[in-house]
């Protein structure tokens, strides 16, 4: 639907002045939203006790992979023209493309290795341990957003809010799961 709105803008002229500067911009905004929605699966599905919603939590990541490849392709097609030289010097000099373009590399794998097959080849254990990338890989792309905007931090400040809530819920639930599992039988010597 987002893709299909920022289209649309883009035939009627609704797209601002700099057109390539918006569209990267909201392809970059819709993917630090999927990733947002994503990792807010496990939470909501713990909090409302609903284990269905687990079977979202693949498909929205890689909506956000989605997102991030058009957010990518865009600054590499579009806005740098595949030139290679001012590409690399993009990311060497400007911090904010140097930690897009690692969060970007970090998506490559999970995004390879969402299938159940390689689930089953990389085995269960190793699967989550590489999926938790996907915290780096937030994190990153706040970081990302943040350093870009030049005066209004408006926006970044929020998604840094959402993922910080959203971390010290896991963190906290990690936490609850560790006590237990240290003292299974809580006042029994």
Do not use: C
């Not at 609704?14 to 630090?32: M, Q, S």
């Not at 290795?113 to 706040?142: D, F």
């Amino acid at each position: 639907m987002p893709l299909g709105l920022l289209i649309w803008r883009g035939f009627t002229g609704g797209v601002t002045a700099n057109p390539i500067e918006f569209i990267t911009h909201t392809l970059g905004w819709w993917t630090l939203t999927l990733l947002m929605v994503t990792l807010s699966v496990t939470p909501l599905r713990r909090l409302l006790d609903m284990p269905w919603l687990l079977r979202l939590r693949r498909m929205l990541g890689l909506y956000a992979f989605f997102y991030a490849s058009l957010h990518f392709l865009t600054w590499l097609v579009i806005d740098q023209f595949f030139d290679w030289d001012a590409i690399v010097k993009d990311i060497i000099k400007r911090p904010y493309i140097t930690v897009g373009f690692t969060a970007f590399v970090f998506l490559l794998p999970l995004a390879a290795t969402s299938t159940n097959a390689m689930v089953r080849r990389l085995g269960a254990a190793r699967w989550q341990l590489l999926h938790r990338l996907v915290y780096v890989i937030a994190t990153l792309g706040v970081v990302h957003f943040w350093w870009l905007v030049k005066s209004d931090i408006r926006e970044p400040v929020m998604f840094a809010i959402v993922l910080t809530i959203l971390l010290g819920v896991r963190l906290i639930y990690a936490k609850r799961k560790n006590g237990v599992a240290a003292n299974p039988q809580p006042g029994k010597a």
